[in-house]
């Protein structure tokens, strides 16, 4: 192979890697993990205006990352593919890893956060399964329609407070939303304190769960 050839394979591999170099692009790709959303969604999530939203989503879709198509007047997006997702789940795995910053800062984020292996992780379906647990998916409900943890139930976060009658109090509750760097879940597990339940959260979301090799639900 000549060194021509080879430079060439280095640079469509980082096409990918400048794709990635940037804050707003990273949080549009966990966003989009979640399911497919619009222009005008991802960049009330993201909280920066349409055209900059564009723009980033405009280089992600330059080096392949993800695929667009119109209904109307609206433009959706999503992953190429749920290796994208995995991407991601790793990338941030290996920077808290590496990155003590990083490791600080989602050490504070994750106060009291279960950090799941792949024991726990077991476990928590087996007692999801046997109804010893109530697993709870605090996204949008367009969210876990389109992927959740196994035995999930769905109450969004915004409709959690008035819908606290649907959960039992004599099980222990098990919030989790987009993944390590979300916050609904803490609010969540906050509010169902507060109000006499028992509630944990955990850093997983539905791209920490399918990177580690198991298996999601989608609403029919």
């Known amino acids: 192979?000549?060194?021509v050839t080879k430079n060439l394979l280095y640079e469509q591999v980082a096409?990918?890697?400048?794709?990635l170099a940037s804050p707003k692009r990273l949080e549009m790709i966990e966003l989009l993990a979640q399911g497919e959303k619009t222009v005008e969604v991802l960049a009330r999530e993201a909280a920066i205006d349409v055209k900059l939203t564009s723009a980033h989503l405009r280089v992600l879709k330059e080096s392949r990352l993800v695929q667009s198509h119109?209904?109307?007047r609206f433009i959706s997006y999503r992953l190429a593919g749920e290796d994208v997702a995995e991407l991601w789940s790793r990338l941030h795995e290996v920077a808290s890893k590496y990155v003590v910053e990083l490791e600080v800062a989602l050490g504070q984020l994750l106060s009291g956060a279960e950090r799941l292996t792949s024991e726990t992780r077991a476990s928590l379906v087996a007692k999801a399964a046997h109804g010893d647990i109530v697993v709870l998916d605090v996204r949008p409900n367009d969210e876990y329609r389109s992927a959740h943890l196994p035995h999930a139930r769905s109450i969004p976060l915004a409709e959690l407070k008035r819908r606290l009658a649907e959960l039992p109090r004599s099980k222990?509750?098990?919030a989790y939303c987009r993944g390590p760097f979300c916050m609904m879940s803490a609010e969540a597990v906050g509010l169902l304190r507060a109000r006499g339940?028992?509630?944990r959260k955990?850093?997983?979301?539905?791209?920490?769960w399918a990177a580690s090799g198991l298996p999601l639900e989608r609403a029919a």
């Open 1 to 3: 192979m000549n060194r």
């Open 197 to 199: 339940f028992r509630a």
């Open 202 to 208: 955990i850093g997983d979301g539905v791209a920490e």
């Open 172 to 174: 222990e509750i098990v």
């Open 70 to 72: 119109r209904e109307g």
């Open 15 to 19: 096409r990918v890697g400048k794709a």
